[in-house]
């Protein structure tokens, strides 16, 4: 009686003799469902890349629901500039009026307000009137220590203070020989305190109003000749008029001619941040209109226009896009020089590599129709794919040739084939889907996203292999003759090939005992420096314009702010009240400075009582007795003369514009939003944390305002990040187990993988520990704790295949299996790991971690298997 067929049995004896009578039909039909997975791909709704972070935390994260409030309360945080320069200053400044003026015509519903001119008149005219009263008590005694101190030297025992200064000169020389000797020494005055312009809270520009009491001119000529010389300090505002310094950014160091150069910009508040795809695409098509109107007209000088900011180009966006092409091209390239080697010929890395490209196909498809977008994860799925999925085409054409001397068609040799690979196929790529899927279970969507679109890329390899493979040696008229060479020497009998095993796995174990010793020092990486982009520019590009201005203040202004976000007025100021006392009374080293309505607008009642010693002051100061004031004193005092001459107090009404359009939202409103600048290492994660829990949680009058600042996405992301991969990979070790089990069944067997699997697992982290103490290299990440279940999902598969094959021929030695799925093992193996090389090639270095780890880990579970299952194989499995 004969036995009933199996299910792979009756599909193999239907698929492959169906293909191989009609192999050109089926190769038009794959060529056709190719040209249709394109089209999701290419045209609708087409593949985007989506370089945004806080796109992929959980929607009910803080951070994220600040984030959406900020944009539609107060639009865009990042810089857009259109830089301006010329010979001619004047003609500078009728540009920035002329393209501010274009961009409200033109550019309705992008952006909330430009800014061309940052005046500060005003504050020159009211800046007495934003110090605090110690500071304007400490004014008017200095004036009165002064007045003694010109008295004393005038006149020993009377002094006429309302004399006038002429008519005195005569008497007053008279005694000054004789008083010279006996005049004390002259004191050192503190006119204004070194943290005044950090205690105001104000702009630099703002500030720049009390310059006089800090700096003192040096003088107004220029001498361009000099100050092209590159060892000589250069002002980039000496070259500017007064009247125009808050107007121009300043002029770059003139070249050998001397020429002087002005440059200024345009910045503009958009509605929408430079990490829109979509939105910065529009901009910058509007942008080059604009820069064709413009750089399109006929000036009496030379004039350049550029964009500058974080608008300037899709600079993040294309380039993890570029080297998501080029990590592709390089792991491509390695791939075929793998397969040329393990397969010994030209046609074999063409078949896999057909293949496997093929797969990718349906990979990216599903990902446009499912998601729509790739994320900085899913970007080099295709790379991935590249090297997990061109396994199971390995497998497949190797163990066809080795079914080349058994059977007499190709047909015969295609059936058994993959009638021999389909459990071990199910079975591996069950165990590594498994393992993507358990980053189902993330918080953070990046793995969310990952796990799903890698997972398909799994099921799709495992399908093409099975399916378009064939068709692809049939219509290339067969398979490559299978190598002949042993990856062992030829003197080696079986014996001696299970000693040299027995030895290694020896001393396998005891590199594990020393490992366990390493492993705990394996860390995660909070040095965001070590994460982000290496730049490739060692100079700034000659075309570039410089809109850097020289700060007049020690505030974090290079910092990223936080915006704080309230529902009325008077919960910005408790915040302002709040934050005063936590920067001079409790002095807080994070606390750089701080921007409020209440920077700009001191209350009422304070300005009043300001009036009150001002009022003093300016009585002091027009004393006559203060013509005699010599040095710094006399131009301190012409100063106060002029800053004492305010009467009135102000309100928000009277402030300029542009100050409070930095506070202003969408709908013209301002007072409700307020901005904190850090000072700490941008580059800590663990100080950024800090930050984040001391200033990004804020509670008054019983409502929670919202906080949100791109450093708080990094920190939640981070934070996501780290809670998730402890989770998940007790997770995925739990899910392999499993896997085993349904796989082997028979527990020595299970015992035989698990063996294999925890050496594979403890050696890898002893060498990432090991690495991490010599080295600081070898770090988990955000980006690179993706590869831990590819690693552990890919581990596996090696040993599971070995051992399969090593219990499904009784008549199989331990040379042949080596040289056969030992050898498809390695191949696999390998051209995962070049899967990954191309990672190792990119200038992002959070990305090229996922290479480093992905290459580490890869390599050791291939040798652990090979080793162990070698050895187990010889002693513990014999098969009688």
């Not at 305190?193 to 220029?222: C, H, R």
């Not at 009582?609 to 710094?632: K, P």
């Amino acid at each position: 009686m004969a036995t009933k067929k199996t299910i792979p049995e009756r599909f193999s004896n239907w698929y492959i003799p169906l293909i191989c009578k009609h192999q050109y039909k089926a190769l038009a039909f794959y060529l056709i469902l190719a040209l249709l997975f394109a089209i999701p791909i290419l045209f609708k709704p087409g593949l985007k890349l989506d370089a945004d972070l806080s796109h992929l935390l959980p929607e009910g994260t803080p951070s994220v629901k600040a984030l959406e409030e900020s944009y539609q309360r107060f639009g865009s945080t990042d810089k857009f500039m259109i830089a301006i320069q010329s010979e001619d200053l004047n003609l500078v400044v009728a540009l920035q009026d002329s393209i501010a003026d274009y961009i409200h015509k033109n550019w309705q519903g992008d952006f909330v307000s430009t800014q061309v001119d940052n005046d500060n008149q005003f504050f020159k005219d009211n800046a007495l009137l934003y110090l605090p009263v110690k500071h304007l008590e400490n004014i008017r005694d200095n004036l009165e220590d002064l007045q003694l101190e010109i008295g004393r030297k005038n006149g020993p025992l009377v002094v006429d203070l309302l004399s006038d200064a002429s008519t005195d000169s005569t008497s007053a020389g008279v005694d000054s020989a004789a008083s010279a000797e006996n005049a004390p020494a002259k004191k050192k005055r503190v006119w204004f305190d070194e943290n005044l312009p950090q205690e105001l809270g104000l702009p630099d520009e703002a500030v720049s109003a009390f310059d006089a009491f800090f700096k003192k001119s040096k003088g107004d000529t220029i001498d361009a000749k000099a100050a092209s010389n590159e060892e000589v300090e250069w002002d980039s505002k000496s070259t500017i008029p007064s009247e125009l310094k808050n107007r121009l950014v300043g002029s770059p160091r003139p070249d050998s001619t001397g020429k002087i150069l002005y440059n200024g910009v345009v910045n503009a508040k958009l509605i929408k941040p430079s990490t829109d795809y979509e939105f910065v695409t529009h901009i910058l098509a509007r942008t080059d209109s604009l820069l064709a109107y413009f750089g399109g007209k006929t000036y009496p000088v030379p004039t350049r226009f550029t964009v500058e900011g974080t608008y300037e180009g899709l600079k993040e966006v294309d380039e993890v896009a570029n080297d998501s092409i080029f990590s592709f091209g390089i792991s491509l390239v390695l791939i075929i020089f793998l397969t040329i080697f393990f397969f010994r010929s030209v046609k074999g890395p063409i078949l896999v590599t057909a293949s496997v490209l093929y797969a990718c196909l349906p990979t990216l498809a599903f990902t446009a129709l499912f998601y729509g977008k790739l994320n900085p994860f899913t970007v080099f799925v295709a790379s991935i794919i590249l090297g997990i999925g061109i396994d199971y085409s390995i497998h497949i054409l190797g163990t066809s040739q080795k079914l080349l001397h058994k059977y007499a068609t190709l047909e015969e040799v295609l059936e058994h084939a993959q009638r021999k690979m389909l459990k071990p196929f199910v079975l591996a790529s069950f165990t590594t889907i498994a393992a993507f899927l358990t980053l189902l279970a993330a918080h953070f969507r990046g793995f969310y996203e990952f796990g799903v679109v890698a997972s398909m890329g799994v099921l799709f390899s495992m399908l093409t292999s099975v399916l378009v493979l064939p068709v692809f040696i049939k219509c290339m008229g067969g398979i490559p003759k299978a190598p002949e060479n042993s990856l062992l020497p030829k003197s080696w009998d079986e014996a001696k090939i299970l000693k040299f095993f027995k030895y290694v796995a020896f001393a396998s174990f005891a590199l594990g005992a020393v490992s366990i010793w390493f492993a705990q020092d394996v860390d995660f990486e909070h040095n965001l420096r070590n994460l982000r982009r290496v730049s490739t520019n060692v100079s700034a590009s000659k075309n570039k314009i410089s809109t850097k201005v020289t700060r007049a203040t020690g505030k974090a202004v290079t910092s990223t702010p936080a915006a704080v976000m309230g529902s009325k007025p008077e919960q910005l100021d408790k915040l302002y009240d709040t934050l005063m006392v936590r920067l001079h009374v409790e002095h807080d080293s994070t606390l750089g400075s701080f921007l409020t309505l209440k920077s700009f607008v001191p209350p009422q009642d304070s300005q009043k009582q300001r009036l009150e010693i001002i009022e003093e002051i300016r009585d002091l100061a027009e004393a006559r007795v203060f013509d005699r004031a010599e040095g710094e004193d006399s131009v301190n005092v012409a100063n106060l003369r002029k800053l004492s001459a305010v009467e009135n107090t102000f309100t928000a009404e009277d402030v300029p514009s542009w100050t409070l359009d930095l506070l202003r939202e969408k709908d013209g409103s301002y007072g409700k939003i307020g901005f904190i600048y850090g000072d700490f290492p941008s580059w800590d994660a663990h100080a950024l944390h800090r930050f984040q829990e001391r200033y990004g949680h804020w509670n008054f009058d019983g409502e929670d305002l919202r906080t949100f600042s791109s450093q708080f996405i990094l920190s939640d992301v981070i934070d996501s990040v780290k809670q998730d991969s402890f989770r998940l990979a007790l997770v995925i070790i739990l899910v392999i187990f499993g896997t085993l089990v349904i796989s082997f069944r028979k527990p020595k067997l299970f015992l035989a993988g698990c063996v294999s699997f925890g050496m594979g697992t403890l050696l890898t982290l002893g060498l990432l520990g090991f690495l991490t103490d010599l080295f600081e290299f070898g770090k988990i990440s955000i980006y690179n704790v993706i590869v831990i279940p590819m690693a552990l999902g890919i581990g596996i598969d090696s040993t599971i295949h070995m051992i399969t094959s090593w219990m499904s021929d009784k008549n199989l030695t331990l040379r042949q299996l080596m040289d056969t799925t030992g050898r498809n093992v390695m191949a696999s193996s390998t051209t995962t790991i070049a899967g990954f090389v191309g990672f190792l090639f990119t200038t992002h270095r959070g990305l090229k971690g996922i290479g480093d780890l992905a290459c580490i880990s890869i390599a050791m579970f291939l040798i652990t298997s090979i080793i162990f299952t070698m050895y187990l194989c010889g002693t513990w499995l014999k098969k009688k």
